[in-house]
């Protein structure tokens, strides 16, 4: 019975203790004056805001097995305005494609139509080939004036050069309405593919988020609190998360101006004009 008494008592020491040490570096980190401003620790810089629905103070092993103090604020409406801004990219990025759809439909209308070019075509074919047809004249055609003779053929070969010129350029007409018209039906079907991808993009970062986190960590050495990271923390309904890099010092420096929402847009890189809930407004 000793034996085990003395075994709880000392787990509940050895528990009390590293409970202690956490608290004793959270507490260190608390009480560290902020860089940007020395009238602020970073408690009373990022503790009760109202851009915080909650916040909480914890520690943890890095990968080299050093302390990391950790503060964490879950950004009221964060995940809110995340999706109006999702909505809002949306809007934007398909009145974008819409119009590289108009600019190819005005294309489409200023290429000739290849259906009367070629009808333009056979024709000109047909002219040359009754001019090859009438170009052999029999015994009984052919003018005894050797002058008449020569004018004749000079004649005859002119029209054939203008007949043939003239189909030429019918074929080069009906060739380019065709290859315009590929050009854009190939980049129409470029655009559909890019405005498929970029669409899929934006669901992929901004669809089905649940909640957003801002995160500040550091490291105690010697009692001093050393910036390690900050950044944004978003969790999606399927319960993956997703970290993103933000400036510690720019962070800060907005953070120590900026308490409520207009903090929380710029934590999340969303623009002053979108508010959650809100409907996508037309661009400018």
Known sequence: MKTKFTTLASAAFLSAALAGC?????????????????????????SNRASCEKDSWHTF???TNRTVVEYRCELKNGAALL?????????????????????????????????????????????LAQLQANDAPSGADIPKDPQALKQGIVNSASAMEVAQSAVERAQRELDDARNNQTG???????????????????????????????IFQW????????????GVELVKQ?????????????????????????HV????????????GQQPSASQ
């Open 22 to 46: 956490g608290h004793s570096e959270i507490d260190a980190v608390k009480a560290a004056t902020v860089p940007q401003d020395s009238t602020h620790t970073y408690e009373t810089a990022i």
């Open 61 to 63: 092993k890095d990968d």
């Open 83 to 127: 999706s109006a801004f999702r909505q809002q990219k949306i809007s934007d990025a398909q009145r974008d494609f819409q119009g590289y759809y108009h600019g190819l439909d005005q294309t489409t209308k200023s290429i000739e139509s290849p259906e009367r070019l070629e009808k333009q075509l056979a024709d000109a074919q047909s002219q």
């Open 184 to 214: 854009v039906q190939q980049e129409r079907s470029r655009f559909e593919q890019q405005e498929k991808e970029t669409l899929a993009q934006i669901d992929k970062t901004y669809g089905g988020i649940t909640q957003a986190s801002e």
């Open 219 to 230: 490291h105690v050495r010697d009692d001093e609190a050393v910036p390690a990271w900050s």
């Open 238 to 262: 399927d319960r993956s998360t997703t970290q993103l890099n933000r400036d510690w010092q720019k962070t800060m420096k907005d953070l120590l101006s900026h308490r409520g929402d207009d």
């Open 265 to 276: 847009h710029y934590a999340l890189d969303v623009p002053d004009n979108i508010a959650s």
